[in-house]
């Protein structure tokens, strides 16, 4: 069952592990990327180090119509970059803003598509059926 962990704040956190692929070669992959899931985050975004490993072209979100706002209000340019990510048993392609943190976030833009429950207190997570 998927857990949370405790690494990136003072509150245990939800996450998931997934797979990106490029679009063109779907057999490049990176696995095991370590995704918070966050249902305060509009937006779904990978680690910088995933798109560097799989070689894709990043994109400045101007292109794209893409800016980040923070939980404080400020927003910001980033860059994107066009992959398919499994999650839980499913297959997301689209577009993805780029993080620099080491750990990515999945947002609403994928989370609205599964019934998820999150066990605060054992810790766990699971898609309800």
């Keep these: 069952m998927p857990q949370y962990v405790l690494d990136y704040s003072e509150q245990p956190a939800p996450v998931g592990l997934v797979t990106f692929h490029r679009l063109d070669d779907e057999n490049v992959a990176v696995s095991d990327v370590r995704m918070l899931l966050d249902a305060g985050a509009d937006a779904t975004l990978v680690p910088r180090y995933v798109a560097e490993r ?74 309800a059926k």
């Design 54 to 127: 799989l070689n894709v072209t990043l994109a400045d979100s101007t292109t794209k119509g893409v800016r980040l706002s923070g939980y404080d209000a400020t927003e910001s340019g980033t860059i994107v970059t066009r992959l398919r990510m499994d999650f839980n048993g499913k297959k997301f392609r689209g577009d993805y803003a780029v993080t620099d943190s080491e750990v990515g976030i999945i947002g609403r833009s994928i989370l609205n598509r599964f019934r998820l429950v999150f066990d605060g207190p054992r810790q766990t997570w699971e898609e």
